[in-house]
DNA sequence: AACATCCTTATCCCATGTTT
DNA sequence: AAACATGGGATAAGGATGTT
């Protein structure tokens, strides 16, 4: 997509000078510092996305026409060696289509989304494995790739040649002063305070560009300037009263196009920024929105008829058939409520009066509205109220405002006074319940958004609980929350398992029942997808069955609190210990040291093809059956060698001294060559970050140069 | 038919949130 | 701080259902 890559970018120049421009209050040393920053998270997500920007890496793959690829002789790469692949960008412009072949051997061709996919293998597995970049690319078997490898890696060679190895050309560590390294100290915390804001302009310079690009893709303005030109101005009043009236009727058709789409993506936008951050309160609200949305349907299936005819009848009846009508967890969950209400009232003494199942109004009563309601309970029986709140009560039986909760209860008295003050106070619940419903997100957004699996309040209180394991607890900055996008992936990652388990489970039982026929001597459910074979399907793929004892007795074994006081210790425990713990923890979970459990198919059932790299000098030959030993030196030499290094370091008593003195000599100048040369690098840092235009530096340029060859 | 296992219900305790 | 409401979790009892 690169014309989604041109518009992004655009957007970052944007959101940099937007950003710089947010910050004058900050000292002038961070404005060269951000752009370069962008540059670097750019070009880092597009070296994992795969593709390689051009401007980038021109050292690394060297133009080199001339020399032709040292590996030709075997597999007689005719005309096309891989360096017309990149650095040229008029050449990768042409070819940017992803079905065109920008690069062929009599092997195979390449097409820029296998390049793309291979980049991205290549960076995510290594050059030595050869097998997984093929199985990741998918189009391309194991030998394509070790040929396209060995071209790239020989023409890097061919480029890097006179200049030795890598190491002589990578550009040396440079010792910086302490100005430097205060200085940077300072930019980064400035970096990293402003990210959030910088992100948040960008996203709004990006909603404002989309909507500038829809206004002209729906709008025909050109047209409409050229009809109305004399006018001038493109006020988009009903003033094109000019000859072409069908250009009008376009005009108008599209503003109304514009109108509704802006409409409609500023309450998408609404929600996004609402459920950017899910917090676990969020969380439980989205949480009982979709419990609602459950039981609604649940009830819209079932009690339809008998909500109907029990109205009118007593409320236990009422009560019990919205019982039966609910799911097990909603039915246990008021079958509760309304048990510790009966109980709490016995214990007040009074009577058991079940007057609804909706929530109430929690905290303290007031003092005469206590009495009033007590009154009323007992005076006025059940009759009007129990009609009024078990309908209300079938419709929406669960968490209701607390001014309309007002409404219905103290609406039967008739107390205004009452009603008012009770408005007044609206929970953060509340609040973000009402944020939501009124930006639209209700169970059908959840569903459509692929949010609707987990029970969101349990995730909520996974975070927090794993949170305060990770984190010494005295640092409590900053809230714990989720984006949604990690919701929607981990659901889907949800989904794909358990469709594969049962694929499997499925297919095994079905090869099952051929091998068995329909022989009687079987019992047990023949056609039916048991436990034995979900087992059997998850050792196929190779999980292990893990339990949440073990899991969380697992954990706890991990950070070191016994079981007997973790609930305290998880407060108390001292910070180095849990860090300590953590590092160890986090680097490699007993999941990960268990090998057995992650492994895809191909490395599960494949021997690992290994690839050494071409410096290694290994032939091809040797990578596939490997003689390690061959290119090391043997034991003799080894032997031999190092007793040369004893004989030279006995001699080395004897040198003279003016030979040790000029190397002390040399060893200081190339000392002071390095302490030149890290002045003079430190100049151009402070001269890069001190800059005052960030139009005119590099960054912004390359960022161009990004854009023209992108796009 | 005996037994295991799961599910439901009743009951209690406690933590947390909310209002006065 | 106190009162009040809810939910989570634990536990026991008992029923339903599948397995041996």
């Known amino acids: 997509m690169p014309r989604s890559d041109s518009e992004d970018d655009e957007v970052h120049q944007e959101a940099n000078k937007l950003a710089v421009h947010g910050l004058t209050d900050a000292p002038d040393i961070y404005i060269g510092y951000l752009p370069s920053f962008r540059a670097h998270l750019r070009d880092t997500r597009a070296h994992l996305a795969g593709s390689i920007p051009f401007y980038d890496t021109p050292h690394l793959i060297p133009s080199t026409k001339s020399t032709p690829p040292p590996h030709t002789d075997q597999d007689d790469v005719p005309s096309s060696p891989p360096q017309q692949v990149e650095h040229s960008p008029e050449l990768s412009l042409l070819t940017r289509e992803s079905k065109s072949t920008i690069w062929s051997s009599s092997l195979s061709s390449w097409s820029q989304t296998e390049v793309d996919a291979f980049f991205h293998a290549l960076s995510v597995y290594s050059r030595w494995r050869p097998d997984l970049i093929a199985e990741a690319v998918e189009t391309k078997g194991e030998v394509e790739i070790v040929e396209f490898l060995i071209t790239l890696d020989s023409c890097a060679r061919s480029g890097a040649t006179g200049t030795g190895d890598v190491m002589s050309t990578a550009p040396a560590a440079i010792e910086v002063s302490d100005e430097w390294v205060v200085a940077e100290e300072a930019m980064a915390a400035a970096l990293a305070v402003e990210e959030t804001h910088g992100e948040l302009q960008e996203l709004e310079a990006l909603r404002r560009k989309r909507v500038r690009d829809a206004k002209a893709d729906m709008i025909p303005r050109g047209k409409r300037r050229r009809v109305t030109a004399e006018v001038g101005e493109d006020e988009d009043s009903e003033r094109d009263d000019v000859e072409d009236e069908s250009m009008s009727v376009e005009v108008v058709k599209g503003k109304a196009r514009f109108d509704k789409w802006h409409a409609r993506k500023i309450a998408a936008w609404e929600r996004d920024d609402l459920l950017g951050k899910l917090e676990d309160v969020h969380l439980q609200v989205l949480d009982v929105i979709l419990r609602e949305d459950e039981e609604a349907q649940k009830g819209k299936d079932l009690s339809r008829e008998g909500s109907a005819d029990v109205i009118s009848q007593d409320l ?55 009495a009033r309601t007590v009154e009323e309970t007992d005076n006025e029986g059940v009759l009007p109220s129990g009609q009024d709140i078990g309908n209300q009560a079938t419709m929406t039986p669960d968490l209701t405002e607390p001014d309309s909760e007002a409404d219905n209860d103290d609406g039967n008295t008739g107390k205004a006074a ?92 079905e090869q099952a029942n051929e091998l068995k026929g329909q022989k009687k001597v079987w019992r047990g459910a023949l056609h039916q997808v048991n436990q034995p074979a ?21 954990l706890l074994h991990q950070y070191e609190l016994s079981p007997d006081t973790q609930k305290r210790k998880q407060k108390s425990s001292p910070p180095a210990d849990v860090e300590d713990e953590r590092t160890s923890a986090t680097g490699h979970s007993p999941d990960a040291e268990n090998c057995d459990i992650a492994l895809s198919p191909h490395h599960a059932i494949y021997t690992p093809a290994l690839l050494t790299p071409a410096s290694f000098d290994i032939g091809a030959v040797d990578t596939f059956f490997p003689g390690y030993d061959r290119q090391f030196p043997s034991k003799a030499l080894i032997n031999e060698d190092s007793r040369d290094a004893v004989e030279a370091s006995l001699l080395s008593d004897e040198t003279d001294s003016e030979a040790l003195d000029a190397e002390l000599v040399e060893d200081e100048m190339l000392d002071q060559a390095d302490v030149e040369a890290g002045k003079k690098v430190e100049e151009q840092l402070w001269v890069e970050v001190e800059r005052e235009e960030p139009e005119g530096d590099d960054a912004s340029v390359t960022s161009e140069q990004y854009i023209s060859e992108c796009g």
Not at 445 to 454: A, T
Not at 538 to 552: C, P, Y
Request: charged content about 30%; aromatic content about 6%; overall charge positive.
């Open 316 to 370: 236990h009846t009422n009560l019990k058939v919205d019982m039966t009508a609910l799911t097990p967890t909603s039915r246990r969950r008021l079958a509760k409520r309304l048990y510790m209400r009966r109980k709490r009232a016995q214990l007040r003494g009074e009577d058991v009066v079940p007057v609804t199942l909706a929530r109430m109004k929690p905290g303290r009563k007031r003092k005469e509205t206590v």
């Open 418 to 509: 009452t009603k008012h003050i009770n408005v007044g106070g609206k929970t953060r619940y509340q609040k973000v319940k009402s944020d939501f419903e009124n930006a639209g997100i209700n169970a059908s957004y959840l569903g459509e958004h692929g949010m609707d699996l987990f029970h969101l309040g349990r995730l909520g209180k996974l975070m927090g609980m794993y949170k305060s394991l990770e984190q010494p607890p005295e640092d409590d900055v900053g809230t714990t929350f989720i984006s949604p996008e990690l919701i929607r992936y981990l659901q889907a990652l949800v989904v794909a398992f358990t469709s594969d388990v049962i694929h499997r489970a499925t297919v095994w039982k």
């Open 534 to 554: 979900v087992q059997h399907a998850l050792k196929t793929i190779g999980a292990r069955s893990l339990s949440q004892e073990e899991h969380f007795s697992k």
